[in-house]
Structure formats: C-alpha cells, structure tokens
C-alpha cells in the first residue's frame, strides 16, 4: 500500500500533465484542485475543402460554413488520485492520440 501524497503534490502533478495536453493543442477550460476539464475543437481539412470550393465555383462554401459552425468540441477531465495517479474521462467521444 501506498503513501497518500499532499494536496500540493496532486496540483503539481496534474499541472505536469495539463501542460503536456496544452503543448498538444488542447485548452484549459477549468482546474480547481486535483481536477482539471480541457477541451478541443475538431479539425477541418482545409486542403480538400479549398479545393472542393473552387471547383465548384463556390458552392462548396455552404459546406464549409456548415461545418465550421457546428464544428464538435472534444472534452476530457483529468484527475489526480491520493496516490498520485492521473486518470482521464472522456465526454463528447473524445478521440485522441492519448
């Protein structure tokens, strides 16, 4: 059995951990003591879209705008357990590399 760590140690640990997530491209929404909630925006391809748009003489546009509006918005919580461990929830079908 192990030692439990201080609140401190917690804090510090998971700022560790929401910096490696923030160097990734996520954002902090909230961190309140050993919990902390970020969120991601999914990406759009813009290369094909581009594309797509002058082809079409601008009608793709109407996609575009569509999908940039109702863009999904990944959400994960991070949490520090007594013994140091991090643990990750996902909301909103998170799918990352993590």
Do not use: C
Request: charged letters at 20%; proline letters at 1%.
């Amino acid at each position: 059995m192990s030692i439990p760590i201080s609140t401190d140690q917690q804090q510090a640990i998971l700022g560790v951990e929401v910096a490696r997530y923030i160097s990734d491209g996520w954002a902090a929404e909230s961190v309140v003591g050993a919990t902390a909630t970020l969120t991601k925006n999914k990406r759009i391809g813009w290369f094909w879209n581009t594309i797509l748009t002058l082809l079409t003489a601008g009608l793709w546009l109407i996609v575009v705008i569509y999908r940039v509006v109702n863009r999904k918005r990944y959400t994960i919580v991070l949490t520090v357990d007594s013994n140091g461990r991090v643990r990750r929830s996902d909301r909103g079908g998170a799918r990352t590399s993590r």
